[in-house]
């Protein structure tokens, strides 16, 4: 078993600090380790893009599909320079207005510029570059593009603190990067460019389809009609394809317009599971809180402020499985703005059980 090392990182303070605090695992990136680091989103598990051995020990590490590939991790323009073939005008301008941040840009890639594992055998690969300080500083110390899907097990609720990342992959990687807890709370948004003017969404994240029009008011978003929706092809970017995010309870969304009758629903279902003695959790809005009588009640925040409910998800789920809850019902929202990135998470957490009231 491989003894996993912990590094705290001074996010708030002075470069130089952060760099000397940095020094050991981006040397051990470097050499071909695993380590998982923060980024403004979930915690990622890096590895040298470039380097075939060090990809596979992602794989393992997770038990993730070889066939979905990973997000390419960059610290400057030049590396992406080394990446990727020449790219639409329109994605230099979403680089320009949008990065550093919660995006990721699928382009052409380079001819044998990273490993094969990384693009799932397809000619594209996405490209982001992180919004925090330890990972830019990592990714730059390291001198290497980071391979680095979130630092998780396969299909569990990605992790939003070091100690999440420690609960699942503890004695598989080399270390963890200790930079607090993470800020958007789920993950990147994924685009396509089909032409010249078009942006397609293929994973609602961090950076909302309004962002994107904003900062390419021309542009045509082509963007998933709900949460709900699903390919049956190869995925062209992570969060495609499997079910992801799960607690080990089973998970139902309600979603209704008339949020007295979510409430009504749910704590009926509650109710009716009381005489088989599973133990339940509902994950609700703060305006609702004392509305629910269940083992355990959980809130995202108010209903007004969805990137609350952004933040605390995972940390949530993770929590429904540190208390053995066994059943778990969870109120649905609008899929508006950050709305959509939401509901796409917890549908694919609940394996698309969702019921409409």
């Not at 499997?242 to 409430?263: N, R």
Request: glycine share 8%.
């Amino acid at each position: 078993m491989t003894i996993t090392k912990v590094w705290r990182a001074a996010v708030d303070g002075d470069a130089a600090v952060l760099a000397g605090q940095l020094e050991e695992a981006a040397a051990l990136l470097s050499e071909g380790h695993l380590v998982a680091f923060p980024t403004e989103t979930v915690y990622g598990l890096g590895a040298d893009a470039r380097n075939t051995k060090a990809v596979e020990g992602i794989f393992r590490a997770k038990g993730r599909p070889s066939d979905n590939p990973l997000i390419v991790h960059i610290a400057d323009e030049r590396q992406l320079g080394e990446l990727v073939l020449p790219y639409p005008e329109l994605a230099r301008r979403l680089m320009k207005e949008l990065w550093p941040g919660p995006l990721t840009i699928v382009l052409p890639v380079r001819p044998e510029a990273v490993s094969p594992l990384v693009t799932a055998g397809l000619s594209t690969v996405g490209v982001r570059m992180p919004d925090h300080p330890a990972a830019l500083a990592l990714i730059r110390q390291s001198g290497c593009p980071v391979a680095a899907p979130s630092a998780n097990r396969s299909g569990r609720p990605s992790p939003t603190l070091a100690e999440h990342v420690l609960e699942d992959l503890d004695g598989k990687i080399s270390g963890v990067v200790d930079g607090g807890a993470t800020g958007v709370g789920l993950e990147s948004t994924v685009i396509e460019l089909p032409d010249s003017d078009t942006i397609r969404i293929l994973r609602p994240g961090g950076i909302t389809a309004e962002q994107l029009q904003s900062a390419a008011p021309e542009a045509t978003i082509d963007a998933p009609a709900s949460a709900k929706s699903e390919i049956t092809e190869a995925p062209r970017s992570p969060g495609m394809k499997y079910t992801h995010y799960a607690p080990e309870g089973d998970l139902t969304i309600v979603q209704g317009h008339d949020p007295s009758e979510v409430t009504l629903y749910i704590q009926e279902q509650v109710n009716a599971t009381k005489a088989s003695r599973l133990k339940t959790g509902v994950l609700v809005f703060d305006e609702r809180r004392t509305a629910y009588d269940a083992d355990l009640v959980l809130t995202y925040g108010s209903e007004l402020h969805l990137e609350q409910a952004a933040h605390r998800l995972y940390a949530a789920l993770r929590r429904f499985d540190a208390e053995g809850v066994q059943l778990i019902w969870a109120e649905g929202c609008s899929e508006e703005g950050i709305g959509l990135a939401l509901m796409n998470r917890l549908a694919k957490a609940a394996g698309h059980q969702i019921v409409r009231i």
